[in-house]
């Protein structure tokens, strides 16, 4: 399984990283949720360089052009509610993209110990098409794990990118495991070293969901 941090090469992708992480910059929720919007900018160029081509002949005002586009469309999936903005940067890039919804949240049990429920899904047919699973955070992995079972209900697709801001080396251990491994890819911003006793991300960057969108009761 090929997994690429796109961090270890220096792009302006790292500016927008360190004010997502940032504690005295990402109060500022509008900018918070652009910078995220523009790392799944970034992402999906990355991602269209893997995806096949075949050239096009276009005519201009002048001659004819050729030129080498994409073959197919993705579907862009992401988890309700965090993934919205990074879901947003993918769709600005492969606009006419499909595109599938799944709910997730963690139903605690104590302040250390939670379940993920799954209750909505919204997905096209997926067989045989390439699908891109966008989340902010893989933490766990469970969220995504989860997510990805729900939509196989919906059909096998062809291959699977899933598409992070920051992962934690502990949830990359996992996916490549519940995942397949041939035609699966992981693509991160960032892969951090830990999780904390609540199972978020250290040093990751506090609760997506709630930097975008303001607590939840
Ligand atoms: O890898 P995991 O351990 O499953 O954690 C990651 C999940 O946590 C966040 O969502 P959260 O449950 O906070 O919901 P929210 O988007 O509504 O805030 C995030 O967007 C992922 O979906
Ligand atoms: O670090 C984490 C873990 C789960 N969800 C988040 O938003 N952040
Ligand atoms: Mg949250």
Known sequence: MKIVELNRNNSILN???AEIRDVNI???SLRFRRNIERVGEIMAYEISRDLPYQPLEIQTPLAMATEN??????VIATILRAGLPLHRGFINYFDRAENAF??????????????IHIEYIASP??????LILVDPMLATGGSMELAYKALLTKGE?????????????QAV?????????????VWCAAVDPELNAHSYIVPGLGDAGDLCYGEKE
């Open 26 to 28: 990402q109060g500022d």
């Open 125 to 130: 047919r997926l067989d045989g098409k390439t």
């Open 102 to 115: 799944v709910s997730a949240y963690r139903k605690y049990i104590d302040a250390d110990n939670f379940d």
């Open 69 to 74: 586009v994409p073959t197919i469309q993705p």
């Open 173 to 185: 251990e996992h996916v490549q495991k519940v995942f397949p491994q041939d035609k699966t890819t």
């Open 157 to 169: 697709p062809a291959h699977i990118h899933i598409a992070s801001v920051i992962a934690s080396r």
């Open 15 to 17: 500016q927008y990283l």
